[in-house]
């Protein structure tokens, strides 16, 4: 019987809808995890899209990796990304982050990605010779088509191959595999725990009150996040890893490093997990704070100005979006988040132009 604490408790990990939750967990087997593993190729594509999300700069948002919303589904899991994100900015994400590059060491994107069936706000993508699927949606057909115009105009210049509905593998992705293929290898090997962590993401947005998320990915097999928090909404390390460890919705991770000074009253710590059972795939977990309330008002411009939703924005920062920036003694003074934002806009329609 499922008790409201249950479905609470998963939703924190999703951040599926109340109903949504509720109908999708009354329909798993018995004794299945609330939150099922996937496996095979279809891991390796989560994986695959969690390290394309992490590479790829989404920071200035309130979303993590500008989602809102998985629905962990074993098989065809549905990724929601937020209304507020710019269809521009998310053109410039499919475009660049999620498609192959199409070089022959280019690790960008992900290579044998497809576009299968495109619907209304969505799109359901596939990995070449294998079954995987993942719903994409909260992605207007505007964003997709610019994103697949944009690469059609640049692979007319180099000569290569647009891959969102390629038949086979394009020319580039061919050259990757004889080239690179160890890193396949390498990521595949690491893709349990990949696909676990895009599958309980939004933990990292309802366990910790960050300004900001940054994602990287190190040496094959790490995927990394590094949390920024306003000095008032400092969330202690040891909340979120109780979270991220929780028996019933978390992943039984290894704790295999800890620097902080967090004891000695300084913010900024990092931890290291080893996936689980020595499964391999690490996790790098950063927690930095903000330097000063001038800082703290220059993020709120940036969330501001990328559309985040107003409430998340004073919850975060602490005031209301829009908050004029004023220097505290001693500031370095350049404050370029907006500005850079502004030049990254530009220059994305002087390329669509
Ligand atoms: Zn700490
Ligand atoms: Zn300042």
Redesign the pocket.
Known sequence: MLSDPTIDLCRRYTGETWAGAKERLSQLPPGSPLIPAAQGDQAFLEAQLLRALLEHPTTYTTRPLRIMRVIPYENRPVIRFAADADPDGLADLIAWGLFSTGGKDDLRGIRGLRIQDAGHGRIDVGLLESDARIRLEGIPEVAWRNAEARRRQAELQSGGAVPFQHRGPTPGEHAFVMEHGWFEDAWREASGLGSALLRRLLIFRSGADWLDMAGFTKHVNTYGFRLTFAESHWTD?DTLIGYLLHPVCGIALKEDMRS?A?AFGERS?RVWFDGPDRAAGRLDVQ?LSAQGGCEIAEYNQALTYGGSPSEEISRVTGCPPGAAVVCIPGCHGRHGKVGFLRRMGEGRCKEGA
């Open positions: 390390h902080c967090c710590c927690f």
